[in-house]
């Protein structure tokens, strides 16, 4: 209403109490509503989706901190090394300890005769289990040719078994009187009560129900005809005959064999595999001596089922017994894994750790850091503050933003390029990997450095241009300072960027297999993501926890 | 002194004006922002020891001239400057001039308080340091403590002299400013706007100041405040559309105009 309006221009008042009015008001507040709504919904859904994964990777990642070894009582043999040589540090070293823990291990569980009892015994350790021993007795040298009470590590696929068991173990009573026919090898059990008839029946209601569905098959294929199809359905026919003998005669002894749940008996403070089944006698394969071929009384001997069928796990029914007798003698000791930070890559995953990788990034980021604080820092103040602003300076900011989208393994391969190809830099080092990193990191610190520098308000320049400082006074006593904490924010997240950079590193060579701790810059080193690419790339389970505790390690290392 | 009422010839004006207590001499000078030309054939003689205030419309080019006088200017790449500006008869465009040492002589304070964000003491003892004014931490002291007090801020902030300048007051932080423009004793204090950022009370203690401080100091201060100006200012220049229109004495100019757009301006009618 005003004069512009004019005298007959329609009066435009503001309209707050018609029904289109308060329409557009809810309308506002569905609007409003609507969008909060969708914004809990995308912060559910993000959480959800980090929660679970934070989740699993703890999950998964947790056991990878701990570690299993058997508490064991060596007897160090005094002849393990001269008298003369004691004195020597390296040749306590260079003993042969295999055989010390081997006889210490068969004493732990005497009675194992067969070479391949031996050997599945022997084989619980790892090949890193002597060198707990070796160290005591480099340290003490008195100890040669006495009982040492030592934890020996051991191998993965135990360690596995004590972490997460593979097999669940359901026992129950005899009931008649069970009478042994030997103590080791294969022997044969008999019982004075049908002791096995519901596994016996279990197993040939199985079978029948194989028959049926064999039976079934049969039918089908010979509604076609052809030789081929009779030639199959006379095989089908074969097959249900035999296996129609067996279930309809329930005194024919049932073979268990590794795709079912296997079935032992522990007597006399032995234990027996089975591996034929009727009702009442059983033949089996001796995996703990027995003590002795007596009659066992009714309750005094048992039947065990490890119900996971032993095609199905890592460990054999062997291993599973021998590990449960060192549990319940208590010799089973679980422990902080203090190798997973203190050695370096292994083929054997318990004795694989993160040293390596971690001095590795450390190094690797080191080098990246020192590069590109100063140089993309100073780049960025003479860019933003110096230099004239003509063609030359937009192309190089082009080009810097640019690079900063340029993918990764770009950089990887310019760094195979110059640095190895050319200056002839040793491959795998952190020296050549830092300065390829350097080049990646390099764009995202001078563009965060200009910006913060940007947002320096001009009137702080000014005022130390007012009482007479120079540009570069202003520049470095007023500007940078206030720009720092954006620059340190830019050089953190490009640093974080580069210690979880892998693509540029696996083509300098830091992908490879090294088992040594860097100690230098032009040492053979990889870093941590890495190494978690690697070992996610192996088959053995352990390799899989291990993966999971460097994931821990190298997200707790990024929080930092 | 008695010059001025209109602008000058330089040939009259220098043969007449640079013997005389003229401080600061303009001649002709033109600026221009790329293709804009923002000041025309500016000419007027600045006296020492008092206070020279410029008024005009926004735009008018009054704080652009002020900016000529410390080569402030020099630092937007657009900008270019013609004629000649003298110091103490001492031409400041010359290009054997240190512009460094310039700024110090003339020191400024800006229209928006701006302490460097940190600690008050060293607001005023950055400009000694980097000029090498002080031997000791004592001088030091002694000229921050002289400068504060010249700023008639000592009594408020004595107690608190490690505290950041910018969690002072508004009026403080200006008073500060001013602390550390004179801490590294400039012979000119180029003043924009000082006030217009202020309160009442702040703006009185600020006009206070500066007209003790003319005492020792040749003061030229931009000003939006016809009152401001007819209170703090010996002489008035008045600007308008890049040109000086009329200078001289304030009492004179303000009671007594001889343009026309003087008088409209002042007594309200356009600006």
């Not at chain 1, 004069?3 to 707050?16: F, N």
């Not at chain 2, 602008?7 to 004006?17: F, G, W």
């Amino acid at each position: 209403m005003t004069d512009i309006a004019g005298a007959d221009a329609p009066v435009l008042r503001l309209d707050m109490t018609s029904d289109a009015a308060k329409r557009r008001i809810r309308k506002r507040y569905a609007a409003e509503a609507r969008f909060k709504a969708y914004g809990l919904a995308a912060l559910a859904v993000t959480t959800l989706f980090v929660g679970a994964l934070v989740f699993d990777i703890i999950r998964n990642g947790i056991p990878a901190f701990t570690q299993h070894s058997l508490t064991m009582d060596v007897a160090v043999p005094d002849d393990l090394v001269p008298t003369a040589t004691r004195s020597d540090p390296l040749a306590i070293r260079g003993a042969d300890y295999f055989p010390v823990t081997r006889d210490a291990l068969k004493a732990a569980i005497p009675g194992i005769e067969s070479r391949r009892g031996e050997r599945t015994l022997v084989r619980l350790l790892s090949t890193g289990a002597p060198d707990v021993l070796r160290d005591r007795l480099v340290a003490d040298p008195s100890l040669i040719g006495k009982t040492v009470k030592v934890p020996l590590l051991l191998s993965d696929d135990a360690d596995l078994y004590f972490k997460a068991s593979s097999t669940s173990i359901v026992k129950r009573g005899g009931i008649g009187t069970a009478t042994p026919s030997g103590t080791t090898g294969e022997i044969t059990i008999l019982t004075s009560s049908n002791d096995f008839a519901a596994e016996v029946v279990t197993i040939k209601q199985a079978a029948k129900a194989k028959a049926d569905a064999l039976a079934i098959e049969a039918a089908r294929l010979t509604t076609f005809g052809g030789q081929s199809v009779a030639q199959r359905v006379t095989e089908i026919n074969a097959e249900i005959a035999e296996l129609k003998a067996r279930f309809d005669s329930p005194k024919i002894e049932e073979i268990l064999d590794a795709k079912l749940p296997s079935k032992l008996v522990e007597i006399n403070g032995g234990l027996v595999k089975l591996t034929k089944i009727t009702d009442v006698s059983v033949t089996g394969e001796v995996l703990l001596p027995l003590a002795s071929a007596a009659d066992a009384k009714p309750g005094d001997w048992k039947v065990v089922t490890y119900t996971t069928a032993e095609s199905n796990r890592k460990v054999s029914d062997q291993e599973v017994a021998f590990l449960e007798r060192f549990r319940e003698k208590g010799m089973v000791d679980r422990h902080f894994n203090t190798l997973f930070f203190t050695s370096g890559d292994s083929r054997e995953p318990e004795l694989a750790g993160i040293r390596g990788a971690l001095i590795g990034s450390l190094l690797t980021l080191f080098v990246t850091l020192v590069l590109c604080l100063p140089i993309g820092v100073l780049a960025a103040v003479y860019l933003e503050e110096f230099a004239t602003k003509n063609r030359i300076t937009d192309l190089i900011e082009v080009n810097i933003n640019n690079l900063a989208a340029v993918p990764s393994i770009v950089f990887g391969l310019l760094g195979l390029a110059v640095f190895l190809n050319f200056f002839n830099f040793p491959r795998s080092a952190p020296l050549v990997g830092g300065l390829v990193l350097a080049l990646l990191v390099l764009p995202t610190i001078i563009i965060a450095s200009r910006a913060a520098l940007k947002a320096v308000p001009p009137s702080i320049k000014e005022a130390a241009l007012g009482v007479g400082a120079s540009h570069q006074q202003a520049v470095f006593h007023h500007v940078l300072p206030l720009a720092m904490p954006g620059i340190m924010t830019g050089t953190i997240i490009g640093m974080a960027h580069a210690l979880g950079e892998t693509a540029p590193l696996l083509m300098i060579g830091m992908v490879a297999f090294i088992v040594d701790v860097p100690t230098a810059l032009t040492d053979a080193a990889t870093v941590l993501p890495v190494q978690i690419y690697l070992w996610s790339d192996l088959p053995e389970v352990a390799f899989k926890l291990k993966t999971a505790g460097a994931i821990m390690v190298h997200l707790s290392q990024k929080e930092v | 002194m008695d010059m001025s009422q209109q602008t000058l010839t330089p040939e009259k004006a220098v043969t007449q004006q640079v013997p005389t207590s003229a401080k600061v001499v303009a001649r002709d000078v033109n600026v221009y922002y790329g293709e804009k030309h923002a000041l025309k054939d500016v000419s007027i003689n600045i006296p020492d020891k008092s206070v020279t205030a410029f008024i005009g419309p926004s735009g008018c080019g009054k704080s652009t001239f002020l900016r000529c006088i410390n080569r402030m200017n020099d630092t937007i790449p657009s900008c270019r400057v013609k004629g000649t500006i003298t110091i103490d008869a001492q031409d400041i465009y010359d290009p054997a001039l240190d512009v460094v040492q310039l700024r110090a002589r003339v020191g400024m304070v800006f229209q928006k308080p701006n302490p460097f964000p940190k600690s008050i003491y060293e607001n005023v003892a950055y400009g000694p340091r980097i000029h090498g004014m002080s031997r000791s931490k004592a001088d030091l002291d002694q000229i921050v403590e002289s400068s504060l007090r010249k700023a008639s801020l000592w009594e408020e902030v004595k107690n608190r002299l490690q505290e950041s300048g910018t969690a002072l007051s508004g009026g403080q932080q200006q008073r500060l400013c001013i602390a550390r423009a004179i801490a590294v004793s400039p012979d000119i204090i180029l003043m924009d706007e000082p006030c217009s950022a202020l309160d009442p009370i702040a703006t009185a203690k600020i006009e206070e100041l500066i007209d003790e401080l003319s005492q020792n100091f040749c003061i030229i201060i931009v000003t939006h405040s016809m009152q401001q100006a007819a209170r703090v200012s010996k002489r008035t220049a008045f600007f308008h559309l890049g040109l000086l229109l009329e200078e001289g004495e304030t009492n004179e100019m303000f009671t007594n105009p001889t343009n026309e757009k003087t008088q409209a301006y002042i007594t309200g009618r356009f600006g």
